[in-house]
Nanobody, 122 residues
Framework: QVQLVESGGGLVQDGGSLRLSCAAS????????MGWFRQAPGKEHEFVAA????????DYEDSVKGRFTISRGNAKNTVYLQMNSLRPEDTAVYFC???????????????WGQGIQVTVSS
């Protein structure tokens, strides 16, 4: 069982930066791949980024490549999403998730955080 809690969201101006954190409970955190998804108002969940259990393999949605960086600290049971050059279209509720393997598919993740709001003003 893994419980996930996101933090670090908020309001930022166009072009600004935020770093999201996702703290996990449970002794088996290091065995899970971790992902970030987002949901904007009136839209479906969208894949953002994912990282494998060891941290050596990552994947990104095309629109965030070069702007967002996912990383993990297994000693701290935490996964991060550094978001730079933020745009108004990045505004959404961001969710972290844990699953058995790296995937961009929402259904492949077993555990989810409650989500945190990120708002980018123009």
């Amino acid at each position: 069982q893994v419980q996930l809690v996101e933090s670090g969201g908020g309001l930022v101006q166009d072009g600004g930066s935020l770093r999201l954190s996702c703290a996990a409970s449970g002794r088996t955190f290091s065995s899970y791949a971790m992902g970030w998804f987002r949901q904007a108002p009136g839209k479906e969940h969208e894949f953002v980024a994912a990282i494998n259990w060891r941290g050596g393999i990552t994947d990104y949605e095309d629109s965030v490549k070069g702007r967002f960086t996912i990383s993990r600290g297994n000693a701290k049971n935490t996964v991060y999403l550094q978001m730079n050059s933020l745009r108004p279209e990045d505004t959404a509720v961001y969710f972290c998730a844990a699953g058995p393997s790296l995937s961009s598919t929402r259904a492949r993740y077993n555990y989810w955080g409650q989500g945190i709001q990120v708002t980018v003003s123009s």
